[in-house]
């Protein structure tokens, strides 16, 4: 490890800055003192007509200009770094809520993560020092990179000057993303390099950049040189240092414009799913609506697409929480088991709490639709009412009930994200 610290350098110049969406700002900035040329996205992560979206790992491999075709977003910046045979990232990758089967966070990467949820969408920087072996479910989308940038509002002045990848001691062509201490602020932020006008920066200016000038709290690097490149609305506004942008393994994406909402729906069961129903249990989505489930008809909330939790309270029963990605104009399925609290096993701090799995999944309360025309997300069967047979499905359960908690008593799995910071 090498210290490198930047010295004082003229603060660079806004050219120009429009909103050319809700809740999309974009600036140009002019360093003559370098030279570089600097463009920055600042999105308002409260507004409800922006969307982030990260590339899935069948859309790899493309350029951000195509990226942003293939996803209808209007912003789009190059993601992390990776290997040219394959386009294997670094680091975590993770689109349309599904993790990369080949990509995995290590002590080398850190990664922003994102979802929507209840009032914003909701984004978190992780720095390399923090290994997560498994992305929460709540997850959209993650993509990697390194290294931080910018920390507990403060600039990083320690870089790696033997890091060949990201070269963060020599002026370069650069991408990082940004955030403010309120998490309502994000940017993201290209540099061109490697060009008479425009040599780049090092680390450490892009890292007086984002916290001095933009006012991030946090900030981490992304892949830079030849890879650097914005697109806004269909147009490749940076100057790539090889004049046409390149193949990267993945990217960040800003989609706008307010989608069809989907629909979050199910049924209230008592231990597994198609067990009995539990009449007059209260569903209150996170948003504070509520409805009192009639035993019959589902209930359901009409939501605006994103991450959303419902929760399920009886009387004599433990309440529940069930999550699922609501897609855009379509339904998801996710109905509740609940226990009976005096059959409910409190194991402790370190242990999870008694009850089976519902209908194969690996947390009470999962469900794979149930009625026809549900869509669920296990790919387990689905039956509506008056289909299986419930005496058969209840012995089963409480056979899986009895495995579950033998097992796995000693060890929690916790399902994060389905809470709202």
């Known amino acids: 490890m090498i210290a490198w610290t930047g010295t004082a350098l ?12 809700p809740g999309v700002t974009y600036t140009t900035w002019r360093d003559d003192a370098l030279p570089a040329d600097i463009y920055s996205i600042e999105l308002d992560l409260t507004s409800n007509e922006i969307d ?21 977003a209007a912003v789009v910046v190059n993601g992390d770094y990776f290997k040219p045979a394959g386009f294997v990232p670094a680091g975590a990758a993770r689109g ?18 994102f979802h ?18 498994e992305l929460p479910e709540a997850a959209e989308g993650t993509v990697g990179g390194r290294p931080m940038l910018v920390q507990g509002g403060a600039p990083v002045t320690q870089f790696d000057c033997d890091d ?3 070269m963060p001691c020599d002026p370069a062509p650069r991408t990082a993303v940004a955030m403010s201490a309120d998490k309502n602020r994000m940017w993201l932020i290209v540099v061109d390099g490697w060009q008479s006008g425009s040599i780049g920066m090092r680390a450490a200016e892009l890292a007086d950049f984002a916290q001095d000038v933009l006012g991030a709290d946090e900030a981490l690097m992304l892949d830079g040189g030849s890879a650097s490149a914005m697109v806004l609305d ?16 993945n990217h960040i994406g800003v989609k706008v414009g307010v989608p069809v909402d989907g629909l979050i729906l199910g049924h209230v069961f008592e231990k597994v799913i198609d067990g009995p129903r539990i009449t007059g249990a209260l569903v ?45 104009d379509a339904e998801r399925y996710a109905s509740i088991t609940m226990i009976p609290s005096d059959e409910y096993i409190d194991a402790g701090p370190d242990a999870p709490d008694g009850g089976p799995p519902a209908d194969g999944g690996g947390e009470p309360g999962a469900d794979a639709g149930t009625d026809s025309g549900g869509t ?15 005496s058969t499905a209840f012995t089963a359960g409480l056979l899986v009930a009895a495995l579950f908690v033998l097992r796995q008593r000693s060890r929690r799995r916790m399902v994060q994200g389905t809470r709202e910071s």
């Open 52 to 72: 982030l979206v990260a590339t899935t790992e069948d859309q790899r491999g493309v350029t951000p200009s195509a990226f942003a075709t293939a996803a209808a």
């Open 284 to 328: 209150t989505l996170d948003d504070g609506r509520s409805k009192t489930y009639d035993g019959a008809a589902v209930w359901s909330f009409a939501v605006r697409p994103r991450w959303a939790c419902v929760t399920a309270t009886a009387d004599t029963y433990h309440e529940a929480i069930q999550c699922r990605h609501v897609p855009a």
């Open 10 to 21: 003229a603060e660079p110049v806004q050219v120009a800055s429009e909103t050319p969406h």
């Open 234 to 249: 269909g147009t490749l506004v940076s100057s790539p240092s090889d004049t046409v942008e390149r193949p990267v393994a």
């Open 116 to 133: 929507r949820g209840v009032n914003r969408i909701e984004v978190d920087l992780s720095p390399p020092a923090e290994v997560v072996e």
């Open 376 to 390: 669920g997300v296990c790919g387990c069967g689905q039956g509506g009412p008056g289909s299986g047979d419930p």
């Open 164 to 166: 060949q990848q990201a």
């Open 96 to 113: 349309g809520a599904v993790s990369w089967s080949n990509a995995r966070d290590d002590a080398r990467s850190g990664f922003v993560r």
